[in-house]
Structures are given as structure tokens and as C-alpha cells.
């Protein structure tokens, strides 16, 4: 996810259930990623998150200040910046996903507030929440870390997957 080691612009929280990635500035709250991510899914929310926030930050100043990233990611290309609503509208309606929790401002590395004082803007102050960071960026869940309690609602539908899986079973037999 990073383009460089100089230059980290967001992190990834890997939980018992799902996957999270944050962008440093984003303003919205990110989407429930399946545990192991497809590449499809992970560019639209990467997409979604990093225009956001570069629109949140940057666009009202010098052109020179906006962000500036590849419109290729894998096999995907973003032709405009508009589309990070058209990925939010995939997410979302036709993908079903869940939100995580809302975590603002999200900069754990400075690098929107730096970049933001380097253009003559105000500071962006990160809200810290330590029991979370400290699990940024690991290549794979450990037990015992970052478990976010599941909704009633998506135990139902946990269960109802279950139990048609356990029927199609039963219908090949």
C-alpha cells in the first residue's frame, strides 16, 4: 500500500474478521474489507480515501499542493477525481459492505499535516488511539490483537451463510 518508504500516505489494520485501510487526512469512515482483500475491492477504497483526502486538504490551495498519485492501480485506472463517489456508491449499495468506526483527524505519520504546513495551511492534529496503532501494518492477524465485535445483524447473516452452505452440501450428497 505504500509508494515508498519515504513516502507512507496511510496504513492497513488487519482484524479477526475483516481488513481496514486508512488514508492519512481522509475524513470518511472506511469500509469492512473482506479479510483477505481482492485487488478490485482494495482500489476503489484506496481510490475513495485518497481523493477524499486530497479534496479535503488540498484543493482549495496551490495546484502544486494537491496530491499527486498514479491514476493506475493494478488493472484499475481512475480518470477523474468525481469517481471516488462512484467507488463509495460501489462500496456501498451494490457491495453491501460495513463501515468501521469513524477515526478523524487519522495522520498517524504527519504526513497530511506536514505536507499541509508546507503549503501554508493550518496543521492537521492526529487523534490518537494507541490500542489500535500499535497493530498498524502487520502481515497477518495475530490472536489476541485487533477483534471488533460483530453486529446482531451480521451474525444473522453469518449464520444464514452457514446454513446455505450446509444445505448445498447436503443437496450434492
Keep these: 500500500m505504500q509508494l515508498s518508504k519515504n513516502n507512507k500516505i496511510g496504513d492497513w ?5 475483516h481488513t481496514v485501510i486508512r488514508i492519512y487526512g481522509c475524513e470518511l469512515c472506511p469500509y469492512k474489507l473482506p479479510r483477505y482483500v481482492p485487488m478490485r475491492l482494495f482500489s476503489l477504497e484506496y481510490y475513495r480515501q485518497l481523493i477524499n483526502s486530497d479534496l479535503t486538504h488540498f484543493h482549495s490551495a496551490k495546484k502544486k499542493a494537491h496530491l499527486k498519485f498514479k491514476d493506475h492501480l493494478g488493472p484499475f485506472i481512475m480518470n477523474k477525481k468525481e469517481g471516488w463517489q462512484d467507488a463509495n456508491q460501489i462500496l456501498r449499495e451494490k457491495l453491501k459492505l460495513k463501515r468501521s468506526f469513524w477515526w478523524v ?9 506536514a505536507r499541509r504546513v508546507k503549503y501554508r495551511l493550518t496543521a492537521y492534529e492526529h487523534c490518537k488511539i494507541p490500542h489500535i496503532e500499535q497493530y498498524a501494518n502487520q502481515d497477518e492477524w495475530a490472536q489476541g490483537t485487533l477483534v471488533e465485535e460483530l ?7 453469518k449464520n444464514v451463510k ?4 450446509t444445505l448445498d452440501l447436503d443437496s450434492f450428497q
Design 13 to 17: 489494520y488487519l482484524y479477526q474478521n
Design 105 to 113: 483527524p487519522y495522520d498517524l505519520d504527519g504526513f497530511t499535516s
Design 151 to 157: 453486529t446482531q445483524e451480521e451474525i444473522m447473516e
Design 162 to 165: 452457514d446454513l446455505e452452505k
